[in-house]
């Protein structure tokens, strides 16, 4: 069993920055590959980016390349999505995802994930 704890949602101004982190339980955090989707009122769940178990391959939806960068920290368990240059578009419920015993391969859909978090609110004012 994996648990997921995301952070750091809060409100910020267009422009601005924020930090998620995601803290995973368990031991199979260093053999899972990570994503971070995104949920905005009246739409449904989008890929947002995705990390492999070593860190070594990322992929970004097109909405944030270049603005948002994943990493993962595999000795504290923790991925995280720093999101720069924060647009009121990417308001949402971001939730942190994991797939365990992932191998190499890069995974953007939601149904690939094993292990969704709880959310955490990130809202963009204009």
């Known amino acids: 069993q994996v648990q997921l704890v995301e952070s750091g949602g809060g409100l910020v101004q267009a422009g601005g920055s924020l930090r998620l982190s995601c803290a995973a339980s368990?031991?199979?955090?260093?053999?899972?590959?990570m994503g971070w989707f995104r949920q905005a009122p009246g739409k449904e769940r989008e890929f947002v980016a995705t990390i492999t178990s070593s860190g070594g391959s990322i992929y970004y939806a097109d909405s944030v390349k270049g603005r948002f960068t994943i990493s993962r920290d595999n000795a504290k368990n923790t991925v995280y999505l720093q999101m720069n240059s924060l647009k009121p578009e990417d308001t949402a419920v971001y939730y942190c995802?994991?797939?365990?015993?992932?191998?190499?391969?890069?995974?953007?859909?939601?149904?690939?994930?094993?292990?969704w978090g709880q959310g955490t609110q990130v809202t963009v004012s204009s």
């Open positions: 995802a994991a797939r365990i015993n992932s191998g190499y391969s890069l995974y953007l859909k939601s149904y690939d994930y094993n292990y």
């Open positions: 368990g031991r199979t955090f260093s053999n899972s590959a």
